[in-house]
């Protein structure tokens, strides 16, 4: 089940992005920066155990960030990480939010998602406030996706979202 995360869950997400972090694969997070972003956050849990985590940033207006997405590693290729994404594009809907990106290593799997991958320079500057200080800032070796949710809906079938075709703009 994807839920909003809690107080109490704080020290496992810390767990999970710090092995991914260990490994270079995400940006460290610290316990104190958890704590401030915790209702940036969501977990996938499963018999009382989470195991994965994602937030969603609001960065400006019409524009949020989807970042520190982790999957405890024996539970990977098992759909967690796209429950969890949707869980965040379902939100940033819900907020009025029109796009969504995500810096990432991950690029295949938020194509699967429908986000497309863009230059980081095409994001808005607001957007760097926070990687001028960043450990491989400048040079940066993460591809910047970006998904635009005025074009695409929720499909019930499949529970994951598609492009708008004609016939469901009518």
């Not at 207006?61 to 970042?67: C, V």
Request: proline share 2%.
């Amino acid at each position: 089940m994807v839920r909003k995360a809690k107080l109490k869950d704080i020290s496992v997400i810390y767990s999970l992005i710090e092995k991914y972090a260990t490994a270079g694969l995400l940006l460290p997070r610290s316990l104190s920066s958890l704590y401030e972003h915790v209702r940036d956050f969501w977990v996938y849990e499963e018999a009382g155990e989470i195991l994965g985590c994602v937030a969603l940033q609001i960065v400006w207006k019409d524009l949020a960030e989807i970042r520190s997405l982790a999957v405890r590693e024996d539970k990977t290729g098992e759909g967690i990480g796209g429950k969890l994404v949707e869980a965040c594009l379902k939100e940033a809907v819900e907020l009025g939010v029109k796009k969504v990106f995500s810096l990432t290593y991950a690029k295949d799997f938020f194509e699967k998602m429908g986000f497309k991958e863009v230059e980081k320079n095409s994001l808005p500057h607001k957007v760097w406030k926070e990687c001028i200080s960043c450990v491989k800032f400048p040079e940066c070796d993460e591809t910047a996706v970006i998904i635009d949710l005025e074009e695409i809906t929720l499909s019930n079938e499949h529970n994951y979202f598609l492009k708008k075709s004609k016939e469901t703009d009518r």
